[in-house]
């Protein structure tokens, strides 16, 4: 295995080029959710690349009477693409979302506009997560480079979905995926995700969310009269106050066992994501509208957080005599992957001949879309390039030498499987 670990580091060097310029191409393609633009564009875009290195592809159209039910905070189509390669007994399915949160304003540079500048490539989705999807493609045209064979004992699929970045108990990408049996137990032994969780980590799960919206109803007045009305902003901003309070004694409380990363993530936590009140200067608001998002541990029990949460809001509803709407978007527990599983050990063989060391197991700080597989009982990892902490920010950039390398272990991850499984 090491003249074969020699042969694609030394390869690597011959397909860099094509992969950054495919990256770009991606990037290019402001594939912003919510609401979901310009998905067939770049759907059209990756079943032409998987066309071009020799798979089978298909685009996979939700049908539109489920689009309500799957799309909670976007409109129209939803593709995924799908490509098949390969005859071999094993069959590995690669994942990764190509939707990205908005870019929204304040950055240095063209957010769609990719731009390389000190071995980084810069603009929205490079590392959440375009790159993971050009790691994926690329890895394997490595890996079939490298070794001639490579498909007489592997069948790959790669996957690129939608609306990973908007959640949901179901999602109109991997969820209907697997819903729809186009993945499942028969055709795919293990699920490698390609999250931007680090190069030099393994992930193998991740914490447990909540996530509400919540709705305070006031009474409407003019402004110049606001004692004949029930100020909403006042009431919510108060809920909001007594929710940071709990969500402070929540980091104080408790750390988590888990190598949770960041440090920081081990801790439990609450954010208010936005808040939306009022219709003008001078009305009193009737009503108020913010997010709660949940992170609990795995030591934590999702039904009773859930339940301590809830009750937190509806007694202050109660006792402020303001009636209160909790519409919940959201609830998964934490996920745990086998990492002691013969795959698992598989691929740590392959990361520590690409890498010379251990990879370090983490469980991932944010949700994502391997709770479905869990779900559905086929085993998983994560190894993705990317700065996790660059996730949603300004002026998102990947290192090219992450992703080189990113390249590089996942094809000798995956050799590793073929030959020893």
Same mark, same amino acid.
């Given at each position: ?42 759907a059209k875009l990756f079943s032409e690349k998987l066309n071009s290195e020799g798979y089978s592809s298909r685009i996979i159209e939700v049908p539109e009477n489920r689009l309500p039910e799957l799309c909670q905070f976007g409109t129209g189509p939803r593709p995924s693409v799908i490509g098949l390669k ?153 809920? @909001?106050?007594? $929710? =940071?309070?709990?969500?402070?004694? /929540? *980091?104080? !409380? ?5 190598? %949770?990363?960041? &440090? ?50 509806k007694s202050f509803g109660r006792s402020s005599r303001y009636d209160i709407e909790i519409k919940e978007h959201y609830i998964t527990d934490s996920i745990l992957e086998d990492k002691d599983g013969k795959y698992y050990k598989l691929f740590i063989k392959g990361f520590e001949m690409a890498n010379g ?20 009982? @086929?085993?998983? $990892? =994560?190894?993705?390039?990317?700065? /996790? *902490?660059? !996730? ?5 950039? %990947?290192?090219? &030498? ?20």
């Open positions: 295995m090491e003249d074969v670990i020699s042969r694609l580091k030394n390869n690597a060097d011959n397909i860099m080029d094509d992969a950054v310029n495919f990256l770009g191409q991606m990037v290019e393609i402001p594939t912003e959710n919510p609401p979901g633009s310009n998905y067939e564009e770049f390969g005859n071999g007994k094993l069959k590995i399915t690669l994942n990764g979302h190509y939707d990205v949160v908005p870019a929204g304003t304040g950055w240095k540079t063209d957010p769609f506009k990719p731009l390389i500048s000190n071995s980084y490539l810069y603009g929205r989705g490079s590392s959440d997560m375009k790159g993971g999807l050009a790691m994926q493609i690329y890895a394997i045209k490595l890996l079939e480079n490298t070794v001639g064979q490579i498909f007489d004992k592997i069948s790959i699929m790669q996957t690129a979905v939608p609306d990973e970045e908007t959640v949901g108990n179901k999602n109109a990408g991997m969820y209907y995926l697997m819903e729809s049996k186009i993945i499942s137990r028969e055709n795919t032994d293990f699920v490698i995700f390609t999250e931007p969780l680090g190069v030099d980590n393994i992930c193998y799960g991740h914490r447990g969310a909540i996530f509400i919206t919540v709705k305070v109803f006031g009474r409407k007045s003019h402004g110049s009269m606001a004692y004949l009305g029930k100020d909403a902003i006042s009431g919510a901003v108060d809920l @909001i106050t007594l $929710l =940071n309070k709990y969500s402070r004694d /929540l *980091e104080m !409380s408790r750390i988590s066992k888990y190598n %949770i990363i960041p &440090e920081g993530s081990k801790k439990p936590g609450m954010a208010i994501g936005y808040l939306r009140c009022g219709t003008w200067a001078n009305t009193i608001a009737d009503e108020c509208e913010f997010s709660v998002y949940r992170r609990l541990i795995p030591e934590e029990n999702l039904n009773d957080e859930r339940d301590k949460l809830y009750e937190l809001i060391k251990k990879p370090s197991l983490v469980l991932s700080p944010g949700t994502f879309d391997m709770r479905f597989t869990n779900h559905y009982g @086929i085993p998983s $990892l =994560n190894y993705g390039p990317g700065i /996790l *902490e660059e !996730s949603h920010m300004n002026d998102e950039k %990947i290192s090219l &030498e992450d992703l080189r390398q990113g390249i590089i272990t996942l094809a000798s991850g995956i050799y590793s499987m073929a030959y020893n499984y």
